[in-house]
């Protein structure tokens, strides 16, 4: 039976045309598909056999570590692209779950040395990422999904034969290849819902597209967009056409109205359409296309990722960069991106901003909204006037402790000190008014007492010159916040200088200049600097203060002379003198400011306690019944002023119990002194409970004597059964014979004993020692 052309073709593709009766068309049609299918395959396999000679010519490691980086780059391409996002993802994590593998195949290296099989099977997983690579890097649009989708089933056919060719490997790792194995044979060729979108974007035609684009709904603009991406791509329409059509401004007013999917499209496709020219950018340069852009930065994750990449894209055009500065709440929107925890949209941000940093006020609204980079950059390389604006605006913000400390970070402090130090007047000011704002932060002072600026501060407030008059009262500010750091006790002669100021000064600068010298002499390490200040005649030099109306300056001066009486006790009570001491006293009784009542008892706790004339002094003032005033009803204050009104009234106190005068002990305690003492011993600081203590122990050694013998004098009237002491064996009462006991000051007493602080014990054992001393034997029964 005679064969037809095709099966004569089919049995023997070679055979000559010529040989073929009557030979037509079709057949030479079919040769001429097996001709170019031949071609095709002998090219993939000739490609994929260099890439197997390669990949035999290495070491088993090698070949790993070379498989490994074919992951990656694989992932990475799936990661960034900007087509089929969707399936790329599920892609990217099937590619991803290899890297384990191949770790646990690179730890049995050894086993695998001799073992060609478990080579031959890597080789071919290494050649279907390969394969994998080239494809992402082309993405044909019209089978790619499907492509894809067979790059998985071969990856997937690869690992089933590193797992057959594997039986040496733990189970832990033959378990991780079966389930990778498993998710990749079984992935679905094409989910339905690409299926669906496919077949409905085949029928749109480019003049359905642009009637689409223009008046369609949300899920016909949807296909649209997919569908004039791939036009765009294909190259199929040109930029005559998009400008014909109003693609472009189409495009911006679909944004304001479209729902999130379809804004990230148009989006991404302005993106697209910026990228092929220059005109199409000019196009996209209007202020209200820019607006509309702009909102997008607020928005879901990727949109806000394309929209800050699009006005990039944009940034190079100038009138775009002014625009953009004058669009409310972009720069806003920009640095909280650039905060964000997107790294590429954040590095996007910093990029325009940057971009944008060219024009002053967009410097000064980054810097409003916490983005300090180009403000610094202004202070440091601006002209005059630039610097001028800056500092001015610094000066003038709401500053959080956060963003002085990025401030100072950035390098603001050091260009600020320059215009201090050597600029003109202005320059001077603004700089002063800025330093003044950031100093409020421990950190920023270090950074001004290693600037040098003390000494330039200084210069400022002896000078005379008129026009500097005004930078004095913000120097000495800035000079008193630098105080309150130890670090400026580097400058040795600072408070001398300070103090030689004080009466050559205004009323403001003297309150600076003391609160400068009280945070001086206050630090631990100044006992040298307190020590030159009373030889340089401090004391002197602040007692006229003591008589000022101005509450400020009185109340500075009250706090400095507190702190260097602690030094002083002998010389301090010949100094004060007794004007000054009814002074003082007379501040304590009249005074409505806890911190100043605080400072004037502390400054005569700290005179001699053996200074009789002085006791009968503060005495006859009635200092005691006002000090249990003060403390028994003062209003609400801090608990810091409370603490150093409690420790200044305790240390005084301990001059009016003291054991020798029992008269001026019986005085103490009629004017209710030991109630209160018991009361601190439970809610004091620790120094105020030690010297409560102090005193009650003071009190406690008179209590034997004081007390009345069991046997009245007048039988007749018996005494009351509950005064019966058994400690002292006699009949106690609180207020005559001082009896901690009766007092009810045991119990706070052995609880200072039993606390973890440690600063009261010795006061608290002298108390007890002396209470116990007729009866130590019954110290459990009564406690």
């Given at each position: 039976m005679q064969q037809t052309e095709s099966e004569q073709f089919d049995k023997d593709p070679l055979i000559p045309l010529h040989n073929i009766p009557n030979c037509k068309l079709p057949t030479l049609l079919s040769f001429t598909n097996f001709l170019f299918k031949t071609a095709k395959e002998d090219r993939r396999n000739s490609s994929l056999e260099r890439a197997k000679t390669t990949m035999e010519k290495r070491s088993f490691s090698e070949l790993l570590i070379e498989i490994k980086e074919l992951v990656t780059e694989v992932s990475s391409l799936a990661q960034y692209s900007e087509t089929q996002r969707e399936i790329l993802a599920e892609?990217?994590?099937?590619?991803?779950?290899?890297?384990?593998?191949?770790?646990?195949?690179?730890?049995?290296?050894?086993?695998?040395?001799?073992?060609?099989?478990?080579?031959k099977a890597v080789e071919s997983l290494g050649s279907e990422l390969k394969r994998a690579k080239a494809l992402l890097k082309t993405q044909e649009t019209k089978s790619f999904i499907k492509q894809v989708e067979d790059v998985v089933h071969d990856l997937g056919r690869s690992l089933g034969l590193v797992l057959l060719a594997s039986l040496e490997v733990s189970?832990?790792?033959?378990?991780?290849?079966?389930?990778?194995?498993?998710?990749?044979?079984?992935?679905?060729?094409?989910?339905?819902?690409?299926?669906?979108?496919?077949?409905?974007?085949?029928c749109f035609?480019?003049?359905?597209?642009?009637?689409?684009?223009?008046?369609?709904?949300?899920?016909?603009?949807?296909?649209?967009?997919?569908?004039?991406?791939?036009?765009?791509?294909?190259?199929?329409?040109?930029?005559?056409?998009?400008?014909?059509e109003g693609v472009i401004p189409i495009l911006f007013n679909r944004l304001c109205s479209s729902n999130s999917e379809n804004r990230l499209c148009i989006v991404q496709l302005l993106r697209r359409l910026?990228?092929?020219?220059?005109?199409?950018?000019?196009k996209?340069?209007?202020?209200?296309?820019?607006?509309?852009?702009?909102?997008?930065?607020v928005r879901d994750e990727e949109e806000r990722k394309e929209a800050v990449g699009l006005l990039l894209d944009l940034?190079?055009?100038?009138?775009?960069?002014?625009?953009?500065?004058?669009?409310?709440?972009?720069?806003?929107?920009?640095?909280?991106?650039?905060?964000?925890?997107?790294?590429?949209?954040?590095?996007?941000?910093?990029?325009?901003?940057?971009?944008?940093?060219?024009?002053?006020?967009?410097?000064?609204?980054?810097a409003e909204a916490g983005y300090f980079k180009p403000l610094v950059q202004y202070?440091?390389?601006?002209?005059?006037?630039?610097?001028?604006?800056?500092?001015?605006?610094?000066?003038?913000?709401?500053?959080?402790?956060?963003?002085?400390?990025?401030?100072?970070?950035?390098?603001?402090?050091?260009?600020?000190?320059?215009?201090?130090?050597?600029?003109?007047l202005e320059a001077k000011l603004s700089a002063l008014s800025a330093l003044q704002n950031l100093s409020n932060l421990t950190e920023n002072v270090h950074r001004l007492i290693s600037s040098g600026i003390v000494a330039s501060l200084l210069q400022l407030l002896f000078s005379v010159t008129s026009v500097l008059m005004t930078l004095r009262e913000p120097a000495s500010l800035i000079l008193a916040k630098i105080a309150e750091s130890e670090s400026i006790l580097v400058n040795s002669d600072v408070a001398q200088q300070m103090l030689s100021l004080l009466n050559l000064t205004s009323p403001v600068i003297q309150n600076h200049l003391l609160q400068a010298l009280n945070s001086i002499a206050s630090h631990s390490r100044a006992g040298k600097v307190r020590r030159k200040m009373k030889e340089h005649g401090a004391i002197q030099l602040l007692l006229p203060f003591l008589m000022e109306t101005n509450i400020k300056i009185r109340s500075s001066a009250l706090n400095l002379l507190y702190t260097l009486s602690k030094d002083l006790p002998e010389e301090l009570t010949e100094q004060l003198g007794e004007t000054y001491i009814k002074t003082i006293i007379n501040i304590i009784s009249s005074s409505t400011f806890d911190s100043e009542k605080a400072a004037a008892v502390g400054i005569l706790s700290h005179l001699p306690i053996s200074d009789k004339k002085l006791t009968d002094m503060l005495k006859k003032a009635n200092l005691v019944p006002i000090m249990v005033s003060i403390l028994t009803s003062r209003s609400e204050v801090s608990k810091e002023t409370t603490c150093w009104l409690e420790e200044s009234v305790t240390g005084l106190l301990i001059r009016f119990t003291n054991p020798s005068d029992k008269k001026l002990q019986l005085y103490s305690a009629e004017q209710g002194v030991i109630p209160l003492l018991v009361k601190l011993l439970s809610s004091g600081s620790p120094v105020t409970k030690c010297r409560a203590a102090t005193s009650l122990a003071q009190l406690s050694q008179n209590s034997s004597s004081l007390s009345k013998s069991r046997k009245s004098?007048?039988?007749?009237?018996?005494?009351?059964?509950?005064?019966?002491?058994?400690?002292?064996?006699?009949?106690?009462?609180?207020?005559?014979?001082?009896?901690?006991?009766?007092?009810?000051?045991?119990?706070?007493?052995?609880?200072?004993?039993?606390?973890?602080?440690?600063?009261?014990?010795?006061?608290?054992?002298?108390?007890l020692r002396h209470s116990w001393a007729m009866k130590c034997g019954k110290t459990e029964a009564i406690a």
């Amino acid at each position: 039976m005679q064969q037809t052309e095709s099966e004569q073709f089919d049995k023997d593709p070679l055979i000559p045309l010529h040989n073929i009766p009557n030979c037509k068309l079709p057949t030479l049609l079919s040769f001429t598909n097996f001709l170019f299918k031949t071609a095709k395959e002998d090219r993939r396999n000739s490609s994929l056999e260099r890439a197997k000679t390669t990949m035999e010519k290495r070491s088993f490691s090698e070949l790993l570590i070379e498989i490994k980086e074919l992951v990656t780059e694989v992932s990475s391409l799936a990661q960034y692209s900007e087509t089929q996002r969707e399936i790329l993802a599920e892609f990217e994590i099937l590619v991803e779950k290899l890297v384990p593998i191949l770790d646990g195949l690179m730890d049995n290296i050894i086993k695998f040395k001799d073992h060609p099989p478990v080579r031959k099977a890597v080789e071919s997983l290494g050649s279907e990422l390969k394969r994998a690579k080239a494809l992402l890097k082309t993405q044909e649009t019209k089978s790619f999904i499907k492509q894809v989708e067979d790059v998985v089933h071969d990856l997937g056919r690869s690992l089933g034969l590193v797992l057959l060719a594997s039986l040496e490997v733990s189970t832990d790792l033959k378990d991780k290849i079966g389930v990778l194995h498993k998710d990749l044979m079984n992935t679905s060729e094409i989910e339905v819902e690409e299926e669906i979108q496919e077949e409905k974007r085949v029928c749109f035609g480019i003049d359905e597209v642009s009637l689409q684009i223009k008046c369609g709904d949300d899920e016909q603009l949807k296909f649209a967009l997919l569908e004039l991406n791939e036009l765009i791509g294909d190259k199929r329409v040109s930029s005559e056409w998009i400008t014909d059509e109003g693609v472009i401004p189409i495009l911006f007013n679909r944004l304001c109205s479209s729902n999130s999917e379809n804004r990230l499209c148009i989006v991404q496709l302005l993106r697209r359409l910026a990228s092929d020219n220059a005109d199409n950018k000019e196009k996209m340069a209007d202020v209200g296309f820019l607006s509309a852009v702009v909102k997008s930065l607020v928005r879901d994750e990727e949109e806000r990722k394309e929209a800050v990449g699009l006005l990039l894209d944009l940034s190079d055009i100038q009138s775009v960069r002014r625009r953009l500065g004058r669009i409310q709440g972009c720069i806003v929107m920009l640095v909280a991106l650039l905060n964000g925890d997107d790294l590429v949209a954040s590095h996007h941000a910093g990029k325009l901003l940057n971009a944008l940093s060219n024009n002053t006020q967009n410097a000064l609204h980054m810097a409003e909204a916490g983005y300090f980079k180009p403000l610094v950059q202004y202070l440091n390389e601006g002209s005059d006037m630039s610097k001028i604006l800056m500092a001015t605006a610094l000066s003038r913000m709401e500053l959080t402790d956060q963003s002085r400390a990025s401030l100072g970070e950035d390098g603001a402090i050091e260009p600020l000190v320059r215009m201090f130090s050597i600029g003109k007047l202005e320059a001077k000011l603004s700089a002063l008014s800025a330093l003044q704002n950031l100093s409020n932060l421990t950190e920023n002072v270090h950074r001004l007492i290693s600037s040098g600026i003390v000494a330039s501060l200084l210069q400022l407030l002896f000078s005379v010159t008129s026009v500097l008059m005004t930078l004095r009262e913000p120097a000495s500010l800035i000079l008193a916040k630098i105080a309150e750091s130890e670090s400026i006790l580097v400058n040795s002669d600072v408070a001398q200088q300070m103090l030689s100021l004080l009466n050559l000064t205004s009323p403001v600068i003297q309150n600076h200049l003391l609160q400068a010298l009280n945070s001086i002499a206050s630090h631990s390490r100044a006992g040298k600097v307190r020590r030159k200040m009373k030889e340089h005649g401090a004391i002197q030099l602040l007692l006229p203060f003591l008589m000022e109306t101005n509450i400020k300056i009185r109340s500075s001066a009250l706090n400095l002379l507190y702190t260097l009486s602690k030094d002083l006790p002998e010389e301090l009570t010949e100094q004060l003198g007794e004007t000054y001491i009814k002074t003082i006293i007379n501040i304590i009784s009249s005074s409505t400011f806890d911190s100043e009542k605080a400072a004037a008892v502390g400054i005569l706790s700290h005179l001699p306690i053996s200074d009789k004339k002085l006791t009968d002094m503060l005495k006859k003032a009635n200092l005691v019944p006002i000090m249990v005033s003060i403390l028994t009803s003062r209003s609400e204050v801090s608990k810091e002023t409370t603490c150093w009104l409690e420790e200044s009234v305790t240390g005084l106190l301990i001059r009016f119990t003291n054991p020798s005068d029992k008269k001026l002990q019986l005085y103490s305690a009629e004017q209710g002194v030991i109630p209160l003492l018991v009361k601190l011993l439970s809610s004091g600081s620790p120094v105020t409970k030690c010297r409560a203590a102090t005193s009650l122990a003071q009190l406690s050694q008179n209590s034997s004597s004081l007390s009345k013998s069991r046997k009245s004098r007048w039988s007749c009237v018996p005494p009351p059964a509950d005064g019966f002491c058994e400690v002292h064996n006699g009949y106690c009462f609180v207020k005559s014979t001082f009896c901690l006991v009766k007092a009810g000051a045991v119990s706070p007493i052995i609880q200072i004993l039993e606390g973890k602080e440690r600063e009261a014990d010795e006061a608290a054992l002298s108390a007890l020692r002396h209470s116990w001393a007729m009866k130590c034997g019954k110290t459990e029964a009564i406690a």
